[in-house]
């Protein structure tokens, strides 16, 4: 059997019940569950039609992620999270090259990273290089006045751990953001690069060996040995092709607001939807959800 998933953004007008019943009909479907009222919706079928992904790209044009996955094992025990432009809004070395006065070269640098023109490896030392000399103090400024968590983060990490669920945040970035990141959302651990520095500023090196592609695939297999669990168990989560690896290994691999030539790669793809659309993935009712914070 397979679920059908209807999703919109939580701050957009209402999902059309017209619309998920009309595509009910139209695939021979179940019953319409709203998992959200006018959030998300889904229903149970037989098979994954043909023209799914006619359907899919139709309702982009009206702001409706679309996902079509096996209902059997939909709820995880981890969550394996990307950092920048996944967890966090940004990208913390495209802020720090701003703030030393080379933004749009490091940016330049980092989007074809993500789109996989670059090679990680490369692109990172060479943005790294482009640091060197900045004030280390300038980090805490950076975390201070230009991080944003990404909508949804605190809830679908509180709501998985609430479950029984472990959360692990492997980035290509920077142990400096991913230390802050992690503590303020409520991962297990987490794992990423380091930036080296002396007397107070950076050097323009990052320490060795450095976490790419296929460190985040070593970290799944890692984590998940650790917890003595399948990596069918682990729900991904990431956006630059860096992290196609760890996408494709997972029991779900979802590519959130990712690039054109990441997203074309992966069969679940939210666009519209926020970080609670893992949550929905996994069948979590609305109710259901926990922020995290004290009682």
């Not at 201070?144 to 669920?165: D, F, N, Q, V």
């Not at 107070?200 to 990052?206: D, F, K, N, S």
């Not at 168990?233 to 956006?239: L, N, Q, R, S, T």
């Not at 691999?253 to 996994?282: F, S």
């Amino acid at each position: 059997m397979f679920t059908t998933l209807l999703i919109n953004a939580p701050d957009a007008a209402p999902l059309d019940p017209g619309l998920a019943e009309n595509l009910r009909g139209a695939w021979g479907g179940a019953a319409l569950d709203w998992l959200a009222p006018g959030e998300a919706v889904e229903f149970g079928m037989p098979e994954i039609p043909s023209n799914r992904w006619q359907v899919w790209a139709d309702l982009q044009g009206m702001g409706v992620d679309l996902v079509v996955q096996r209902t059997a094992a939909r709820r995880k025990r981890m969550l394996l999270a990307d950092m920048d432009s996944t967890m966090i809004e940004q990208e913390c070395i495209d802020e720090l090259a701003d703030e030393a006065g080379v933004g749009a070269r490091v940016a330049e640098i980092t989007k074809r990273a993500m789109n996989g023109e670059l090679d990680f490896e490369g692109a990172l030392i060479e943005r790294v290089g482009l640091l060197a000399g900045l004030d280390e103090a300038v980090i805490a400024r950076v975390l201070e006045t230009r991080i944003t968590h990404m909508p949804g983060g605190r809830a679908l990490i509180a709501t998985m751990k609430a479950h029984g669920g472990h959360a692990a945040l492997v980035s290509g970035g920077f142990t400096a953001f991913t230390e802050k990141v992690a503590a303020a959302l409520g991962f297990d651990e987490h794992r990423a690069n380091t930036l080296l520095a002396e007397d107070g500023r950076l050097t323009g090196e990052v320490a060795r060996p450095i976490l790419g592609r296929e460190a985040k695939v070593q970290a799944l297999h890692e984590i998940t040995a650790r917890l003595g669990i399948a990596p069918d168990d682990v729900i991904a989560v990431g956006d630059g092709a860096n992290d196609l690896g760890m996408l494709g290994l997972a029991g779900t691999g979802v590519a959130l607001h990712a690039k054109p030539v990441v997203a074309e790669q992966c069969e679940v793809r939210i666009n519209h939807g926020d970080l609670t659309a893992l949550l929905y993935l996994q069948g979590y009712r609305r109710s259901e959800f926990s922020d995290g914070l004290p009682a």
